[in-house]
């Protein structure tokens, strides 16, 4: 969660209607696609939802899980970054990864640097 500009901005993980348990071999769950929804309250209690932050998609991160946000300031500069495990499609047979993606305290929450590590 971050307070900025008045408002508490709190960073979940919204997980898809259709997603089901795997009763065979493999993943626990099957078409299981998350994304960072931002939610904002005035006073820390009542939240509503602002926005779809990151949508996963089987063309690059199929499903974000963990998102933690921060604050990072470097020098006069500030940007909000966040982090979180990188989850590809099922299918791919890839690991998970972190991944990361920041945009200036000074505009509404939208991704314009993203990047990913192994």
């Known amino acids: 969660m971050i307070h900025h500009d008045g408002r508490f901005h709190l960073f979940a993980r919204g997980v898809r209607d ?3 348990r795997n009763d065979g071999p493999g993943d626990t769950f099957l078409d299981y696609i998350s994304d960072v ?3 904002t309250s005035t006073d820390g209690r009542t939240y509503s939802f602002q926005q779809l932050l990151a949508a996963g998609s089987p063309d690059g991160v199929y499903a974000y899980e963990d998102p933690r946000v921060q604050r990072v300031r470097t020098g006069r500069d500030e940007q909000f970054v ?3 495990t990188d989850l590809p499609p099922p299918e791919s047979g890839f690991p998970g990864g972190l991944g990361y993606t920041s945009w ?5 929450a939208s991704a314009s640097t993203t990047a990913r590590a192994a």
Do not use: A, I, N, Q
């Open 18 to 20: 259709g997603y089901r």
């Open 37 to 39: 929804l931002v939610f």
């Open 82 to 84: 966040m982090s979180y």
């Open 104 to 108: 200036p305290t000074r505009t509404t």
